[in-house]
């Protein structure tokens, strides 16, 4: 069975910083991972995915992510974070495969201040 | 495109009370989805859909019923509610046939049952 581990709940930082969110998943066949954002009050949007190739991925905002298959983690970076980017952020996996869906983890909520 | 709307927004049940949360979508998707997200504890899935007049159950079913009769519709249906429903659910809609394909998601239904 699959399965994702976001490891902080939350991550306080000040502005203009780096930031770096870490997600491990477990599977014992490929996957495709997936980063989310969720903003206040809204609905999930997709941030970037890794599906295959090129093991950093570049996705909106100034987001891009590291595919690592031996560590099985998929960390989340921005090398200078805004205000705005405040939210809470959904590592996600799935297979190639009829009847499997997402599986998310736990979310980390990114707290920026100035 | 409106993409995926949802309503209510939100609802406030008494326990036993039963309602429909109503799910559009106007992409001509085949597959939708169901999750219910709790403080903490990310998305888990509920019933999803790979098509009209087909769907299937996800994690967390109990409780629950939905119905396909069109692409674009997928309600969700509480018969009895309880306080364990109590939790902010969230539609979802995917294209194509890739597993990799962008998941799009509602804006939410904040459900609190008392």
């Known amino acids: 069975a699959q399965s994702v581990t976001q490891l902080d709940s939350q991550v306080p930082v000040f502005e203009e910083a780096p930031v770096e969110l870490r997600c491990n998943y477990s599977?014992?066949?490929?996957?495709?991972l997936f980063w989310y954002v969720q903003y206040p009050n809204q609905g999930l949007q997709l941030l970037l995915k890794?599906?295959?190739?090129?093991?950093l991925v570049k996705g909106i905002n100034g987001f891009e992510a590291e595919f690592n298959k031996s560590q099985t983690s998929f960390h989340l970076r921005k090398p200078s974070v805004h205000i705005s980017d405040t939210a809470e952020y959904f590592c996600a996996v799935t297979q190639n495969q009829a009847g499997t869906a997402l599986i998310f983890g736990k979310g980390t909520t990114l707290s920026v201040s100035s | 495109n409106a993409g995926v709307t949802q309503t209510p927004k939100f609802r406030i049940l008494k326990i036993g009370q039963s309602m429909t949360l109503q799910c559009t979508q106007d992409?001509?998707?085949?597959?939708m989805y169901w999750y219910r997200q709790d403080p903490g504890m990310g998305l888990k899935l509920i019933y999803y859909s790979v098509g009209a007049g087909i769907t299937d159950k996800g994690e967390v079913p109990n409780g629950y019923n939905v119905s396909r009769s069109t692409t674009e519709d997928f309600p969700l249906r509480l018969e009895l509610a309880a306080p364990s429903q109590t939790s902010v659910y969230f539609c979802?809609?995917?294209?194509?046939?890739?597993?990799?394909?962008?998941?799009?998601f509602g804006p939410g239904t904040r459900l609190t049952v008392l």
């Open positions: 599977s014992s066949v490929s996957v495709y």
């Open positions: 979802a809609s995917r294209g194509g046939l890739g597993f990799y394909n962008e998941q799009f």
């Open positions: 890794y599906l295959s190739g090129s093991t």
């Open positions: 992409m001509n998707h085949n597959y």
